[in-house]
């Protein structure tokens, strides 16, 4: 049961300022729509009532900074059961969307801003590789009755379902006004109690041929050379080079500098070799790349410590650019991985035209 709130004005009296449920349930949603914070700190609104399948609408549809959406659902005039009972069914609808679908209502509610935009302004980085792997459900009101607190804590505490309580009040006081919070659950507790629960994966389709590889630049790696003699590489790590096991010959790569942009597109020709087997083409001969001119300073570090050496795969270009030329705009796909599946479609186009590949 949450912890009832009151409000005194203090003075020659003391005088409790009143609570206005009218009030607070007319002006609850354009608050929380303006302002998801007063929920949570990382939220990103997707839509405002948000028709489902089956004729109902959503309240509020937000997802948070990991990719995992939100339902919240104000109480209004239906009874406390009947708001749990919706609730429910909306997540139900919900966490089969799609990542198609959650970019299609962002963007039909948002004048069509293009979802990974708009996230990108709100939590300063791409959207996660996978969307909707779990949700979690929010019903707000103002009160509860006994019975149906005891529902909402007997399926967070037995059976991990997502679900919790806050509760907004809203006081006048002259011409100043308040509102205040409290949770029935704590969100903490809530969130562990939910943690083991069975999530599922909402990722754009993968079309089987595209990758993102993320090239850093070090003292062992220089974007000069990989342009020069055709490869991508990875190094520093088993954790930085595995995932360069995903590449096989005739996939296709686009290549990212952090913190600049993407600098060319390739098809990869071969697996990936350790540095000391690499050989590359200079003057019509074929040497190892350890022997030819470079611009990484120190491309043969780690070369005598297996578990950190650096490995290479070979790519024939499509078309590169200077580091200085790297392309870059808000909601483009960037994570830390030296390779991954690249799924999202809005990259894939936009590099597409960019780069000026015919498909």
């Known amino acids: 049961m949450p912890i009832e709130v009151g409000i005194w004005r203090l003075g020659k009296e003391l005088q409790r300022v009143e609570f206005n449920s009218l009030q607070s349930e007319a002006k609850l949603e354009d608050t929380l729509a303006s302002d998801l914070s007063l929920v949570a700190p990382d939220l990103m609104l997707i839509g405002r009532q948000v028709s489902t399948a089956f004729g109902t609408f959503i309240d509020l549809l937000a997802i948070d900074r990991e990719g995992n959406l ?37 963007s039909e509610k948002h004048g069509g801003q293009k979802f990974e935009v708009g996230y990108s302004d709100v939590f300063g980085a791409s959207p996660p590789e996978a969307i909707n792997e779990s949700h979690r459900m929010i ?17 967070n505490s037995n059976y991990g379902v ?32 939910t943690s083991k629960s069975a999530v599922k994966k909402r990722e754009e389709i993968w079309n089987g041929r595209d990758f993102y590889i993320s090239q850093g630049e070090f003292d062992d790696a220089n974007w000069d050379d990989c342009r020069r003699y055709g490869f991508v590489c990875g190094s520093g790590g088993k954790w930085y080079t595995q995932t360069l096991d995903l ?5 296709r790569v686009f290549v990212n500098i952090p913190q600049r942009g993407y600098v060319g597109v390739g098809i990869v020709k071969d697996h990936k070799r350790p540095v000391s087997e690499f050989v590359v083409n200079v003057n019509g001969n074929e040497i190892p790349i350890l022997n030819a001119p470079l611009a990484a300073k120190n491309m043969a570090k780690h070369q005598d410590d297996p578990e950190k050496w650096s490995y290479l795969v070979r790519v024939e ?31 894939i186009e936009k590099l597409t035209k960019h780069f000026e590949l015919k498909d």
């Open 70 to 106: 939100v339902v919240i659902e104000l109480k209004r005039d239906r009874t406390p059961r009947e708001v749990v009972a919706q609730t429910l069914d909306y997540a139900s609808w919900v966490e089969n969307l799609s990542y198609d679908q959650i970019a299609e209502i962002y």
């Open 139 to 155: 019903v707000v009101a103002s009160e509860l009755d006994r019975s149906t607190e005891r529902i909402l804590n007997y399926l």
């Open 162 to 193: 997502p679900i919790n309580s806050v509760f907004f009040r809203y006081f006048k006081d002259g011409s100043n006004e308040y509102l205040t919070r409290t949770w029935l659950i704590d969100p903490q507790t809530a969130e562990e109690k």
């Open 247 to 251: 590449l096989f010959p005739g996939a």
């Open 317 to 347: 270009w499509i078309k590169t650019v200077s580091r200085e030329q790297a392309y870059w705009e808000k909601g483009l796909f960037a994570v830390q991985h030296t390779a991954c599946r690249l799924r999202n479609q809005f990259t």
